[in-house]
């Protein structure tokens, strides 16, 4: 029995590695994303949805969106413009590529 419980007690914390449940839609809320935008509905901003569908199949959609992210943009969607993020250069494209994924 002690053995089962030292085995389930080490691959725990694997599995949490190795099979993240939303770890994009959790790395957009702990980087602030979700204060202006939503997965699948209009907040301040566009959703991620939508974003997605404007850039899918596009050259460079991802660096272009993660580019957005970090120098912010204007004049995208409407007048509202998108300041720029701090956020580390490697979360900006792992984020948008789940954008584009969606």
């Known amino acids: 029995m002690k053995q089962y419980a030292a085995l389930i007690t080490l691959a725990l914390p694997l599995l949490s590695v190795a099979m993240p449940v939303n770890a994009s839609e959790d790395?957009?809320?702990?980087?602030k994303c979700m204060m202006c935008h939503k997965v699948d509905a209009k907040g301040m901003g566009p959703s991620f949805k939508e974003i997605g569908a404007k850039y899918k199949g596009q050259d460079g959609a991802a660096a272009m969106l993660a580019k957005s992210t970090l120098e912010g943009s204007k004049?995208?969607?409407?007048?509202?413009?998108?300041?720029?993020?701090k956020a580390d250069p490697a979360n900006a494209q792992k984020l948008s590529e789940w954008i584009l994924s969606l």
């Open 27 to 31: 790395l957009a809320k702990s980087n």
């Open 75 to 85: 004049d995208k969607w409407g007048k509202m413009p998108m300041p720029a993020q």
